[in-house]
């Protein structure tokens, strides 16, 4: 299965797709952490260090060893179906999760991501994984991925919102447009919610299929934010809004 996380900066994204990641992996063999945002911020979620995944290769680099090889250009992705051992250079292993980002950061005036877009698309379309493997993408703020095509492939669109009208616009963009790349599920969690006005508010904005669940303001993991922890055993208000999350998650992907 395949699950992207989406929604407008600052929203909580990354939070949301590291407690993902966590909660997947005490179920599935293989849980693939694919960091698709240029701030690679994912890392620091899940407890790696920043050392350490400074001298990850990014996984685009796959791309430069194909060219290296001979196959270059848009038709070299035709057919591109990686297999997961390929991936293994790519990857920093933790436990049963498998941590993986696309690119870095750029230097100011360089080139767009569009390069590493396109190959997202094609690593995420054609990944051929085991019966009991799940991949959790955490895509770049706000619509510029969709727009690019890169969340193509995936089984669900969840979308993180906060209790404000730019959050809710991005979420309406980042809806429509990953419908036009025929992602069927498309599903909406509110975060940092801190009182049932906020709560009403979400409600109002949305169906209520739509909405897979509210994450009340968690004050450790405004904490944390700031101090940069991980999110690793986590156990406030985050890790027991997310559970509930998380079992929804599995009914809309009928793993239960």
């Known amino acids: 299965m395949k699950l992207a996380v989406s929604g407008k900066g600052g929203v909580g994204k ?27 911020c994912l890392a620091a979620a899940l407890g790696i260090p920043d050392d350490i995944t400074g001298e990850l290769r990014p996984l685009v680099e796959m791309r ?17 179906q ?24 750029k230097k100011g005036g360089s080139s767009c991501y569009c ?10 379309s054609s990944l051929l994984l085991e019966k009991q493997d799940v991949v959790v993408m955490d895509m770049g703020a706000g619509i510029e991925h969709l727009s690019r095509g890169t969340a193509r492939g995936v089984d669900l669109m969840l979308v993180v919102v906060e209790p404000s009208l730019n959050s809710i616009n991005t979420a309406g963009l ?58 690793d055993g986590s156990e406030g208000k985050l890790s027991s809004d997310m559970r509930e999350i998380y079992e929804r998650v599995l009914k809309e992907l009928e793993l239960k």
Do not use: H
């Not at 949301?16 to 960091?35: G, K, N, T």
């Not at 430069?64 to 848009?74: Q, V």
């Open 14 to 40: 990354t939070t949301v797709a590291a407690a993902m990641v966590r909660l997947f992996s005490e179920r599935c063999r293989v849980v693939y952490a694919i960091d698709a945002d240029p701030d690679v």
């Open 174 to 231: 980042v809806k429509r447009l990953a419908a036009e790349l025929g992602i069927r599920k498309i599903r909406v969690i509110a975060n940092k919610i801190r009182n049932e006005l906020e709560k009403e508010f979400i409600i109002s904005r949305f169906s209520p299929e739509e909405v897979l669940g509210f994450i009340r303001f968690d004050e450790g993991v405004w904490r944390g934010a700031m101090t940069g922890c991980s999110l």
């Open 82 to 105: 990686p297999c997961l051992r390929e991936l293994d250079e790519y990857c920093i292993a933790q436990r049963n999760i498998r941590y993986l980002r696309m690119g870095g950061v």
């Open 115 to 124: 390069r590493e877009n396109t190959f997202l698309n094609a690593v995420v």
């Open 64 to 80: 430069e060893k194909m060219a290296a090889a001979g196959k270059s250009g848009e038709d070299s992705l035709t057919g591109f």
